[in-house]
């Protein structure tokens, strides 16, 4: 699908942009949080959280090839086993959307959906705990695939991944656009004004 909002991504840096140039960068989803709501991740010591970020990384990675139908290798072929299970069972054969990144007008705020199949938004998780804030990220994920590819998304969901198994999680919470809606609102305020 093509976005009707242009963004240029920088993957390395986890950066958004509105212009080729790139001079006018946009926040992100997960740099919003972080500022609004402190970092979640503060007490865990260094190298668990990298091990948990490589791993992360590497299955996102390894799932959008799969789907895109490209060559790979990894070194967590369990997870990749049941993201395909998990396709299975959902009977999801191709996705609109894989790993795009988005631009929100509305919001002013980049942020990259893992997956979008008809009216319905898919992030991938390889932690085995849940996060209150994940319900705001699939409603982020949602306005904006929204208004960009002018499509109701009805269902928000996330997977978790591990070796050996997968669950979901469903977020229906409509109160989630609303509390999503005010973080923006209280990060804007603490950046821009004085």
């Known amino acids: ?30 740099g919003i949080i972080k500022e609004v709501l402190g970092d ?13 970020r490589i791993r992360g990384s590497a299955v996102h990675k390894a799932t959008q090839l799969l789907d ?6 990894t ?3 369990g997870h990749v086993e049941q993201w395909e299970r ?34 319905t938004i898919i992030e991938i998780k390889t ?16 306005i904006a695939a929204e208004e960009n590819f002018g499509i109701k998304i009805n269902k928000r969901m996330l997977v978790f991944l591990s070796d050996s198994t997968y669950k979901t999680e469903i977020h229906d919470n409509p109160k ?11 990060f804007q305020w603490k950046m821009f004004e004085k």
């Not at 503060?42 to 959280?49: E, G, H, R, S, Y």
Request: charged share 30%; net charge neutral.
């Open 127 to 142: 932690s085995s705990q849940s996060y209150k804030d994940y319900r705001l990220q699939t409603a982020c994920q949602a």
């Open 40 to 52: 979640k991740f503060a007490k865990i010591p260094f190298d668990v959280l990298e091990k948990a």
């Open 1 to 30: 699908m093509i976005a009707k909002n242009k963004v240029y991504y920088e993957d390395g840096s986890h950066t958004y942009y509105t212009d080729e140039a790139k001079t006018q960068m946009v926040p992100f989803y997960s």
């Open 176 to 186: 989630d656009f609303d509390y999503w809606r005010g973080i923006v609102k209280t």
């Open 75 to 77: 070194v967590y072929p």
């Open 86 to 119: 998990f396709k299975l069972d959902a009977k999801i054969d191709k996705f609109d959307v894989i790993e795009q990144p988005l631009f929100s007008k509305v919001m002013w705020c980049g942020v990259t959906p893992d997956r979008v199949v008809g009216d």
């Open 68 to 73: 895109e139908d490209k060559r790979f290798t």
